[in-house]
């Protein structure tokens, strides 16, 4: 009994933590964008316009929802729900400190893998429902980039998969004990980095929504709550992606003096805001170059990773 | 590859780069005094309208925001019966600055004019008035016209000469 309210207790408190913090990010993108404009950014409302949150949720509800009439309206409706419940499906095994994660599956990493990729049906028939020419060619683009980013986004982590021994994400962040594996899985970590990057369509890798050519891209017909969806999505996107690298190259939970929650939390916080920087810096690519790139630069660097990475294992283990 | 590195790196160093923004209702812009900003009718240092009525700077608007009606008084003195500007179409461009003969209208620094009533925005002559002389204090259009108003003769102001005789032949 105690055990299941345990459960309980963790599941919610993981689950009002995520979603508050993909509330958050969007101010906390905002501002900090605007810090590296040399703006101020929503600094009115509220302390240090925290508040913001609230007043674009305001909005956002009271904003007429919207269908299409030439619209596929059951796909319509579906395809934004589709990314929120993947990716919190995929914080569902994040261990976010010892004795608190929701699920402990033995196979999370292929687990959170399997969900990004459900992420592109959302896209996909988002752009797809809406029966606009530049939501589909949104839709096309993101099922291209997702799918090709997803093929190294994979091999990448397998090299940290075969030095932990496990596909546990809570092994693979017992195997940091003493050593993160950003050292010997440096050009991984890069790789899924820029997958993930390129996984949540962030810039530079916003092609599916890039407002220069497509209007908005896939969710260009999409409007109130809908919208929202979307976007709590993409900042959810960002903090799973954020999470996933903490856990699975900088030790997750693991850290002196402080809590390991506390650690976890920081790590990931860095990270988004990475994620942010790299989007106050860098323009985005032409639509060819994101696929050379991810086809001839990154593949072939995870899996020249992955050979290295299990040679090395293999004398190791001869040796 | 190590050109992207090099801008992030290269945004990241002005993080704490002072902010461009000025935080407006509290930290107040510079105003340069040539501002063409709300328009305002000023008087000359007799505290006489200095307005002749002559319609040019209502001529000289390309958006016809200003009109007015002329009027003349027992001394001779030409004055608008009304004048009224409408701000809500105006574009602040200064045209009819520059054609005011009389240096009647001009163009102040304020700006902050924001109305919730869009027939608030239409201003009446009593709005417009002010006190003073505004940018040219001491100048006095009919003591240097050469008009004969309100007792004042032809050519007696202190900046005219004395009317030509056309009738004689003698420079």
């Not at chain 1, 956002?60 to 993947?86: C, G, L, N, R, T």
């Not at chain 1, 099922?143 to 090709?148: F, V």
């Not at chain 1, 690298?245 to 900088?250: D, E, N, P, S």
């Not at chain 1, 860098?282 to 790139?293: H, K, N, T």
Request: a neutral charge; hydrophobic letters at 50%.
């Amino acid at each position: 009994m105690t055990d299941t309210f345990h459960h309980l207790v963790i599941l919610f408190g993981i689950l009002f933590s995520v979603l508050t913090a993909g509330g958050l990010l969007i101010w906390l993108e905002r501002r900090l964008l605007a810090l590296w404009q040399y703006r101020y950014g929503p600094n009115r409302v509220g302390p240090f316009g925290l508040l913001q949150v609230a007043a674009d949720m305001i909005k956002v509800f009271a904003k007429e929802d919207w269908i299409p009439p030439f619209a596929d309206k059951a796909v319509f409706i579906i395809a934004p729900a589709v990314i929120v419940i993947v990716v919190v499906m995929s914080f569902a095994v994040i261990p976010w400190a010892p004795g608190i994660e929701v699920v402990d599956l033995n196979v999370s990493v292929l687990f959170v893998l399997a969900m990004s990729s459900l992420g592109v049906y959302s896209v996909a028939l988002a752009g797809w429902a809406s029966d606009s020419k530049y939501s589909l060619l949104g839709g096309l683009r993101a099922s291209a980039q997702m799918l090709s980013y997803e093929v190294f986004m994979g091999l990448s982590l397998m090299g940290v998969v075969m030095l932990a021994g496990s596909f546990n994400l809570r092994d693979i962040v017992e195997a940091q004990e003493d050593l993160w594996f950003v050292v010997p899985q440096f050009f991984g970590f890069v790789v899924f980095f820029i997958a993930g990057i390129a996984e949540t369509h962030r810039l530079p890798f916003d092609l599916p929504e890039a407002e220069s050519e497509l209007v908005s891209g896939y969710h260009t017909e999409y409007s109130g709550l809908k919208f929202g969806m979307f976007f709590v999505g993409e900042y959810l996107g960002i903090a799973l992606i954020s999470a996933l690298t903490v856990t699975l190259f900088f030790g997750g939970w693991k850290g002196p003096f402080l809590p390991p929650g506390i650690w976890f939390g920081l790590k990931t916080f860095l990270f988004i805001c990475f994620f942010v920087l790299i989007r106050a810096s860098l323009p985005r690519p032409r639509y060819d170059q994101l696929m050379s790139f991810g086809w001839k630069v990154c593949l072939p660097v995870s899996l020249v990773n992955l050979v290295v990475t299990g040679a090395v294992i293999l004398m190791r283990a001869t040796y | 590859m190590f050109s992207l590195l090099n801008t992030i790196w290269t945004v990241l160093k002005t993080t704490f780069r002072k902010r461009a923004t000025i935080q407006y209702p509290e930290e107040r812009p510079h105003i340069p005094p040539r501002w063409r900003g709300r328009i305002i009718l000023s008087r000359d240092a007799h505290g006489q309208e200095r307005c002749v009525a002559c319609n040019l700077c209502a001529a000289a608007c390309p958006v016809d925001c200003i009109s007015l009606q002329a009027a003349e008084d027992r001394q001779g003195r030409r004055y608008p019966s009304f004048f009224r500007i409408n701000f809500s179409r105006c574009i602040f461009c200064g045209y009819c600055e520059e054609a005011c003969p009389t240096y009647a209208i001009q163009l102040t620094t304020d700006f902050e004019m924001g109305e919730y009533v869009r027939q608030n925005m239409v201003y009446e002559k009593e709005d417009l008035l002010i006190s003073g002389p505004g940018k040219y204090p001491g100048y006095d259009f009919y003591q240097e016209a050469g008009l004969a108003v309100g007792g004042k003769d032809k050519g007696t102001g202190p900046n005219e000469e004395p009317p030509v005789d056309v009738k004689s032949l003698m420079p």
